[in-house]
Structures are given as C-alpha cells and as structure tokens.
C-alpha cells in the first residue's frame, strides 16, 4: 500500500554525491517525492563507501548510505558522455526539482548548469549546494563539512576548551544541517511556484549554514563584542552551564540559570546555599564561578548517575547525562517520537533516522532500502519513452553501463 503524503506526486533529480545534497532529496522523499538518484559509473556515489572508512563505526550493513538515500530509484549514467545528455535532457523535464551540488564550472560541462537547465524545464526549483557560495575569492573551493561547516564559520574554534586545540567533530554533522536548509530552499520555491507558476534557482552554502550555526558568537563580532575566553570547565563564566561527573563516571550536563538556583540548592542537599551572598545575583555567580564549579563538582561526585537523575528532576533542574552515540541509539525516546524508525529492505540494519521534520497528521513514508547501484536504468528510461533498441545504443555509446556492469557497492 502507497502512503500518501505532502509531495507525493512530486518529481525530484538527484544528481548529487556525499551528504548534504542527497539528504536533501532524501527528507522530500520521507513525504512522498519520487526521487531518482543518478550516479557515474564505476563505483557509483562516494558516500556508498563512507561508512566503510574510518573513523564511521564498523558494521555489516552500509547504514550512512541507507541513511542519505532511503526511498529513492537509483540510476547510472556517464554525463560526460555525449549520449547521456538526451538522458538528462528527459530526466529534467520530468522532474519538479533538480538538486545538484557539482562545483560551477563542473555542472556546466555536465549540462547540469541553471540556465540550461532551466531551459529544458522553465518550472523546475533548481537547487544547488556549494562549499562558500557562489561569489568571492574561494567560491572555485571544494569544501567539505569539516573545513567550509565547521572550520571556516568560527564554529570549530569555539568548541573546545581552553588549553585545548582543536579537534575533529563529528564528520557529517554540519552536512546533515545543511541539508535541512536546502531542503528548506526548496519547500519555499515550490510554495513560490504554486503562486506564481514560476520555477525558481535556490541554494545554499555549507559555510552560510555553519556561520548560521555561529550565528550568536559572529554576530556579537559583528556587534563589536568582547568575546569570553574559551571555556574551563574549573573556572566557567557560567558554572551552572558546565560538565559534572558523577561518582559512577557518568558526566551530566547541567544547563540552569540563577533564576533555578533554590532548585539546584534542594537538589544537591543544601538549601542553606540559597541565602550564601556569595550567590545573591548574576554579578555574584560570575564573580565567584571558580568557586561554585568546585562545590558542584564536589556534590556530584558524591553521588552515582541515578541520584541525580532522580534529584534534579524532582527540582525541575534543566540536565542531560552525556550520552554516547551508542547510549543515544537505544534512547527510547527516540522511538516514541519516531526519530528512529523501521528500515525495510537491509541485512543486518532494521533500523535508521527519521529527518526532523514532521507534519502532525501527515505521515511519513515508511523507510525502505536504498537503491542497489544503476537498479532502476531500464525501468526508468522506459518511463521516459526510450525503446529496447535505444537503450541498447545508449549502452553501446558509453552513456549507461551493460546490465551487468552496474553492479557495484551497495
């Protein structure tokens, strides 16, 4: 049975590779696009690999792939072959939305640039990522989420602390936030289009969306701001926003304000402190943060994990135990709210992320496998019109790859 959703109906060109691009094509597909990923022959998409390539945890299944690409047909075809052209000439016209993120001058040779494509389908939400916009000195630059995400926006050097240099975040992270802002371009253009019939040319940039992720700290550069030293968790600005272990080695992250102060009071067992004019107001917790941090961190290693969860949730103290990615997938919370979610289709994987949107009383496409490299070449240049006997000459002239060629990493 088809579940019917918000897009369904709706027609969308993956030609893109790695993360943020296709998680894009990806979201539109949980509300029902037909998506049709095209990738080069050979090994297909990069990111069919990325989980295999250290440091992605090591597992049977391909699980980053199935997380990019879920619900979408999947086809090969060598743009660089003069022959494809015609190929992606009916794949544009079919589609409502054509996503790419190949670099300017790269996409033009591919016959992927706006202008022509927009002059196969003068409807089509053209939508593009690129690694530092589309101006500027480094607008040429490759970028990946680690350098034009994390690394260029100011955000990277932000999130360590002091006496600490920098590390590498969690790779992947600022493309899948990206990819809710191109995704977010394209629902706005469709809206455009129904009102004005028009098609539309949006995108965005990793750097626009890590500088958005920045946005207090560079917008307080922009203010003119005097910012704060790195953080030290022994001598916080702030020592009711810090880290605190437990006795049984867990760390919290307790994230307050003086204003539930009395709550934090009751709950580490000393209501007494309400009335320490050391902590009277804001002025007095900054002056003496050195000194509160290491009171807090006293008490919270007095006591395991489960003290304090139950402790500072009676109090209504705003907390987090510092979960490991390992501790985060059998959250169940995350299945109560179908941020996890069953996948069909995957050996040794029932289970992936649901994207973060959601439309209350709209479901979601139930999540399926995704495509095998080149699966749906015939089925899908059928649809587009070309007979047996072309399809057999796109083979013949390099555009597609033999039916047995397509095979590949899955």
Do not use: C
């Amino acid at each position: 049975m088809t579940t019917e959703s918000v897009f369904t109906g709706l027609k969308v060109l993956d030609a893109s590779t790695f993360i943020a691009a296709p998680a894009a094509a990806t979201m539109l597909s949980d509300f029902g696009a037909d998506v049709i990923k095209i990738e080069p022959p050979g090994m297909g998409d990069p990111q069919r690999r990325l989980s295999s390539v250290p440091p992605s945890p090591r597992a049977q299944a391909n699980y980053g792939w199935h997380l990019a690409n879920r619900n979408k047909r999947g086809m090969v075809i060598d743009l660089k072959s003069p022959a494809a052209t015609e190929i992606l000439k009916r794949l544009v016209e079919w589609a409502d939305v054509v996503i790419t993120n190949f670099p300017h001058g790269t996409r033009e040779k591919l016959h992927l640039g706006y202008d022509e494509v927009a002059g196969w389908n003068p409807r089509v939400v053209y939508a593009d990522i690129t690694g530092f916009g589309d101006a500027g000195p480094d607008a040429g630059q490759p970028g990946f989420d680690l350098t034009a995400y994390w690394s260029r926006s100011g955000l990277l050097a932000s999130t360590r602390d002091t006496g600490a240099p920098p590390t590498v975040p969690v790779w992947g992270s600022g493309d899948y936030t990206t990819a809710i802002a191109i995704y977010a371009a394209i629902a706005t253009a469709l809206y455009h289009r129904e009102r004005t019939g028009q098609g539309a040319n949006v995108g965005t940039s990793l750097l626009a969306t890590g500088v958005w992720a920045t946005g207090t700290l560079v917008a307080g550069a922009l203010a003119g701001g005097t910012p704060f030293e790195l953080h030290d968790r022994n001598v916080p600005v702030n020592a009711l926003t810090n880290p605190y272990q437990t006795a049984d080695g867990r760390w919290i992250m307790l994230a307050t304000s003086s204003m539930h102060w009395p709550g934090v009071t009751r709950a580490i067992g000393h209501p007494e402190l309400i009335e320490d004019p050391r902590f009277a107001d804001i002025e007095g917790f900054v002056e003496n943060a050195a000194v509160l941090s290491e009171l807090l961190d006293a008490e919270f290693r007095s006591q395991p994990f489960a003290h304090w969860q139950d402790a500072l949730t009676r109090e209504r103290v705003t907390y987090s135990l510092i979960q490991t990615p390992e501790e985060a997938a059998q959250d169940p919370q995350l299945r109560a709210n179908d941020i996890v979610v069953p996948l069909e289709g995957v050996s040794g994987l029932a289970e992936t992320i649901s994207s973060p949107v959601n439309i209350r009383g709209v479901p979601k496409v139930p999540a399926k496998r995704a495509p095998d490299l080149g699966e749906h070449n015939d089925e899908i240049l059928a649809e587009l019109g070309f007979g047996p006997a072309e399809i057999a000459e796109l083979r013949a002239q390099g555009a597609i790859p033999g039916s047995t060629e397509a095979e590949g990493p899955r």
